[in-house]
């Protein structure tokens, strides 16, 4: 403050009071933001009392991103504090909009490798109107499915619009911008048609009610439930257990087909043959991602993947063709006794086989089904725990996950122990299981079977002997041809056709290529 009495400060004394720069508050000064009170006889300006208090509103609203222009009207009382706050929150607003316009760009190029030609047609596409991203959906519908009567297909491809939000997220963003460039795909207007097509020649007829309709997702709902259940529940589709849900579903969808041309009214090869034509024509992966990306950028919930259920649905049906009584003599001669000593012995050699994997040895190659080492093992775990979890009566419906984790010698030895703990302590050994009441003596003998070939499997990725467990291994087999001899093996079957063994060869390689290796 000035000596002289009268309170005036002078731009050093102001510098000091706030912590702003000298420069600083004359160029504030000079746009008119903090006029000078007086001069002193030489021209310095000076500043009243009150200057400090302003400097505080002129940095707290610049530290706010609101420019000087606005400022000047609020300290001159043209405009109110309140209504430049929310004037510069939507200018804000809109800055972050083009951020995150920008950010998804940006993103999605570097996720797809974008060439940089591709940049400015992908900002392009981001910047789009509502009506011009509708119009690249239509026109898509429409070409691809010129020339095609399949009006309610039609209709239903083109109420769904890619509708964004006023304030889309980066991850819609992203979505459109991958659905932009999926409709561009030749593919998918290929599988488009061919689901157009099938719908033309399937359709009911005119008038249909839409209860009709909502039966069918109904029903395409509980396809993929109960798919998803078998798979969790490690019921092979070429098995007896995987008959009784197909003969649920097969039930469930024959009303669906009322109105269609020639509709089955009963389960039987014709209605089991159509279904799995149905479920094969609608196993289209890019007409999948492009209902997802409908989804993912309307924010509604993306539909449940099909994949899982789709693909155990369809083996099932292949190796179930019709309806049939299971010959329930594979569950006769089943000694509990014997099945136990027989699983005692085989997890005792197989332990050894897996005691001796190597960590470097996990990435090996194996003959089960382009599995490596890691993966075998993991199986064999998880056949374990899916027998411990069924004799305690809660199955397992965690398959795919990581059964292995960091010690495979562990993980195999506990699962032994586990199971071997349920089969002599639950009663599983002299219980039935499922809607076939198979014998738990016969579960526990299908799980020998499957330890006793994988054991093979390992022996041979890790190139040692094969001959597993002598004192079971024919025994062992001879359960494998009852219980599985008449599984067929069509595609997803859980067997490859029967290869042939070698003279002289021994049980456990006859074994194996009974369940399709070969052996030689």
């Known amino acids: 403050m000035n000596e002289d009495g009268t309170g005036l400060l002078t731009i050093g004394q102001l510098a000091g009071l706030t912590g702003l720069p000298v420069k600083t508050i004359r160029s504030w000064s000079d746009q008119d933001l903090l006029p000078p009170a007086a001069r002193t006889p030489a021209g310095y300006r000076l500043y009243g009392p009150d200057a400090p208090a302003r400097l505080e509103i002129v940095r707290s609203l610049r530290a706010l991103g609101i420019g000087l222009a606005a400022i000047r009207s609020?300290?001159?009382?043209?405009?109110?504090?309140?209504?430049t706050a929310a004037?510069?929150?939507?200018?804000l607003d809109a800055q972050i909009r083009t951020l995150r316009?920008?950010?998804?760009?940006?993103?999605?190029?570097?996720?797809?490798?974008?060439?940089?030609?591709?940049?400015?047609?992908?900002?392009?596409?981001?910047?789009?109107?509502?009506?011009?991203?509708?119009?690249?959906?239509?026109?898509?519908?429409?070409?691809a499915l010129d020339g095609v009567d399949a009006p309610a297909y039609r209709s239903g491809l083109l109420a769904a619009t890619p509708e964004l939000p006023d304030d889309p997220t980066p991850e819609q963003i992203g979505a459109w911008l991958e659905l932009a460039a999926l409709v561009r795909e030749p593919e998918l207007r290929a599988a488009l048609r061919r689901l157009a097509e099938h719908s033309a020649r399937t359709a009911g007829a005119v008038g249909e009610p839409d209860a009709q309709e909502q039966a069918a997702i109904g029903v395409a709902e509980l396809m993929r439930v109960r798919g998803e259940e078998a798979v969790a529940a490690g019921i092979a589709p070429d098995s007896p257990a995987a008959e009784p849900v197909i003969a649920e579903l097969v039930a469930a969808w024959l009303p669906t087909q009322t109105g269609t041309a020639d509709p089955p009214t009963e389960d039987g090869p014709a209605a089991r043959a159509r279904l799995l034509e149905q479920l094969e024509t609608a196993a289209e992966p890019l007409v999948e991602r492009y209902w997802q990306l409908l989804c993912a950028v309307t924010g509604r919930p993306a539909p449940p993947r099909w994949d899982t259920a789709g693909t155990w649905t369809t083996a099932a049906l292949r190796a179930h063709p019709g309806p049939y009584e299971l010959d329930r003599s594979a569950f006769d001669g089943t000694d509990p006794d014997r099945v136990l000593r027989a699983y005692e012995e085989v997890t005792r050699d197989v332990a050894a086989l897996v005691a001796a994997v190597r960590p470097e040895d996990?990435?090996?190659?194996?003959?089960?089904?382009?599995?490596?080492?890691?993966?075998l093992l993991d199986h064999m775990v998880w056949e374990n725990l899916m027998a411990t979890s069924?004799?305690?009566g809660t199955p397992r419906a965690d398959h795919t996950a990581d059964h292995l984790g960091d010690d495979h010698r562990t993980a195999f030895a506990d699962s032994v122990r586990a199971a071997h703990a349920a089969f002599t302590g639950s009663g599983m050994l002299h219980c039935t299981y499922g809607?076939?009441?198979?014998?738990?003596?016969?579960?526990?003998q299908q799980v020998v079977?499957?330890?006793?070939?994988?054991?093979?499997?390992?022996?041979?990725?890790t190139g040692a002997p094969t001959a597993l467990a002598p004192e079971s291994a024919e025994e062992t087999l001879a359960a494998a041809y009852r219980i599985?001899?008449?599984?067929?093996r069509t595609e997803g079957s859980s067997f490859a056709p029967e290869c042939p063994a070698p003279p002289g060869a021994g049980a456990t390689d006859r074994l194996a290529a009974f369940l399709g290796r070969d052996v030689t």
């Open 435 to 444: 809607p076939y009441e198979a014998p738990g003596a016969m579960i526990v």
């Open 362 to 375: 996990l990435a090996l190659p194996t003959p089960c089904a382009g599995w490596t080492v890691r993966q």
């Open 484 to 488: 599985y001899g008449a599984a067929p």
């Open 87 to 91: 004037q510069w929150a939507d200018a």
């Open 74 to 83: 609020v300290l001159h009382r043209e405009c109110t504090v309140a209504e």
């Open 390 to 392: 069924i004799a305690e």
């Open 449 to 461: 079977v499957e330890l006793l070939a994988h054991g093979w499997d390992l022996a041979r990725a």
């Open 101 to 143: 316009l920008q950010s998804a760009v940006l993103r999605s190029v570097a996720a797809r490798g974008s060439a940089a030609e591709e940049l400015p047609y992908m900002t392009e596409l981001a910047r789009l109107s509502a009506r011009e991203r509708r119009l690249i959906i239509t026109d898509f519908v429409e070409d």
